[in-house]
């Protein structure tokens, strides 16, 4: 079986940013992969080679591809093509990104650039079109000391660099991320002895992850930055690459087996992981539902304080003006003397301002209740939505009271 580098699972990993984009791609190492693409990843079939086929047609696509080389005099001819895509060479690619090349998206490796005024020119035009809203992905390997020592942070520290060096304010908002290699097994439940055979497929599988085994220190290799991506992954992810275990020279009716079982396995693992994507994404919809719910009840319990306090003061003002006119001891009124008047008005007072100020209080309490919420309560509420959700053919995202 022909391995697949490591690498090759960043452009899995970022396969949403530039499927059917006008794309640059600028990295020596992918350049050379391209080149022997036949020798080294086999003939078209595939998962590594469709992935290269993909990023750079053979014949010519829909999106168009430019390709960065760096062999000397590669872009004296503007319409040079290599497979499906143009090429640029690496001295006039600054310019030409500037100038006559409509990209969408550029992958680039800028270590693969002299220090000084050629990467910092290069990094000027991409800081420019990222600053226009175009998506920007830089690349860049660990050095050999930094991979042995797992020293991710220096290499993070040197993207971060090149990203806020005097090349424009366009990776402002840039995301990070850093490839580690890690090696695995699947453990797949098929079933137990008395249980029926189940057709619904479309139901989401559970995944565990089970890192006892696992090195403490994790074997990273690249580090990336997006910069204007679309949909920016978060936390970890995942990316399979075919296992270096197979047989290595099997029969021909075996290798048809595998091939299909191999293929068949990445689809399942696709589909798999989509669906997850899409069940992660809900329960961030529905936990957002919630908080807007817990807010907008706060914000109408902080409403119903601030009208309370403004009572108790009218009360206690009315209270202070009704002691002050007993203090003046009035003519009796209607044969009631007015002392018994004001004590009258100044016990319905009072009374009035303990109700209020016990009303005052609960609010105060509820305030400090949806304030200091426990978490449970929020899942149980998150639960309950999505419930609701998953019952009803539309999804219905008007915040329940609580």
């Known amino acids: ?137 830089l690349l860049e390997p660990l050095a050999r000391a930094e991979r042995v020592g797992g020293g991710v942070e220096a290499a993070l520290e040197r993207l971060t660099g090149l990203l806020t060096a005097d090349v424009g304010p366009g990776f402002g908002r840039a995301r990070l991320y850093a490839l580690a290699a890690v090696d695995g097994a699947s453990v797949i439940d098929c079933g137990g002895l008395a249980e029926e055979e189940d057709d619904a497929g479309d139901e989401d599988i559970p995944v565990v992850f089970d890192n006892t085994l696992a090195s403490e220190t994790p074997r990273y290799s690249h580090v990336v ?16 690459l075919p296992g270096d275990d197979e047989p290595a020279a099997p029969g021909l009716g075996e290798a048809g087996a595998a091939g299909e079982t191999s293929s068949s396995s990445l689809r399942g693992t696709i589909a798999l992981l989509r669906r997850q994507h899409a069940r992660s994404r809900r329960q961030a919809e529905l936990s ?29 003002r009315d209270l202070a003006e009704a002691l002050e ?25 009072r009374a009035g301002l303990v109700a209020a100020r016990w009303e005052l209080e609960q609010a105060a309490l509820e305030i400090e209740r949806l304030t200091l919420r426990p978490v449970e309560a929020l899942e149980a509420e998150i639960a309950s939505l999505r419930v609701q959700l998953e019952s009803s053919p539309k999804p219905n995202t008007t915040p329940s009271s609580t």
């Open 288 to 316: 957002e539902v919630a908080r807007q719910a817990s807010l907008a009840e706060l914000e109408r319990a902080r409403a119903d304080c601030a009208n309370l306090e403004a009572r108790v003061h009218a009360l206690e």
């Open 225 to 240: 930055a997006l910069a204007n991506g679309v949909a920016p992954p978060v936390g970890m992810t995942l990316v399979e």
């Open 1 to 137: 079986m022909l391995s697949v580098p490591r690498w090759l699972a960043v452009y899995a990993f970022l396969g949403e940013q530039w499927q059917g984009r006008r794309r640059v791609l600028a990295d020596p190492v992918l350049e050379q992969a391209l080149r022997r693409r036949q020798a080294s990843f086999g003939p078209p079939g595939s998962p590594a080679r469709d992935l290269l086929d993909g990023l750079a047609p053979e014949a010519p696509g829909r999106a168009r591809v430019w390709r960065v080389v760096w062999d000397a005099g590669a872009g004296d001819d503007q319409a040079g093509r290599a497979g499906g895509a143009k090429v640029i060479a690496a001295e006039q690619a600054a310019a030409r990104l500037r100038g006559d090349v409509a990209w969408e998206v550029a992958l680039v490796r800028a270590s693969a650039w002299p220090r000084g005024g050629p990467r910092e020119e290069l990094l000027a035009v991409l800081s420019e079109g990222a600053a226009r809203g175009r998506t920007v992905i």
């Open 325 to 349: 006119l007993r203090s003046q001891a009035l003519e009796p009124a209607r044969g009631v003397p007015s002392s018994g008047l004001e004590d009258a008005r100044a016990d319905a007072l």
